[in-house]
């Protein structure tokens, strides 16, 4: 299996320490921050650019991300309309970032990006609407009124690909870039196994009745705070019937045509993920096979 974007990352969590006050007072004055700016990471030179705490952010949320051997690595969150002016380098969006960054880094600022983000939308109570405190590191928010506990929340996003025989079923999303065509993806439902989930997700958008289903591999998606189930769904047969509503179009593909086009073989109409997607991955490794 290659590589996922923004999974295989090297930092050491150290969550056993990082309920300790102290130690955490400990490791922030020592450590090297990893400044965001509207949920985009501050890059140098093609790295995470970490830099050493500034006066100018007091004030400003920050959360641990883990030890790097022995430098303890934390994110800054920095507000304000206007893009912060740090020496040396620019805040780059997430995506395009990710195919510049080593994995390592993409991975490093993908935990950052997907917890700041979480702090940012989660500043009250849904218990009881009260402000909430930042506690652990940022892995954890309290309620001082009602004391109710809250916890960076992951989603669960089932991605399959359908395959019949020698061919898989890709799909046209409204949503997608021009002439995009990738594996089927959707929210995993309360009460719904992964399983129940891609088998549901196909039924409802393109109708196509799947039977067994295996996981293959999953990603870290930080766009907010996703995980992908990367899955393979065998269908029972080849019929199916997009739903307008969500699918503009899905073709079957033989493995052949999969290599070739991954290979950037044939120029038409139709674009395969790029590399940092699980889509790509489930694609590549399937047609591989
Ligand atoms: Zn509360």
Redesign the pocket.
Known sequence: MSPMAFSGNPLDRASYHRADAAWLAAQAARGLFLPFWQNRPFVVSDRAGFLPWRGAWDGATSVFLGLDGDQPLFAVDLAGEHEPQLDGGAFQEMRPAAFVLPARDTAIAGQAKALLDWHKRHGF?P??A?ATQICDGGYRRT?P??G?EHFPRTDPVVIMLPVFGDECLVGRNQRFPPQLYSAFAGFVEPGESMEEAVRRELREEVNLAAGEVTYHATQPWPFPSSLMLGCYAKALSRDFAIDRNEIEEARWLTKDEVRTRLAGGIEDDMKLPVTIAIAHHLLKDWAGR
């Open positions: 109570c218990n009881c009260m309620c009124r009602c109710a």
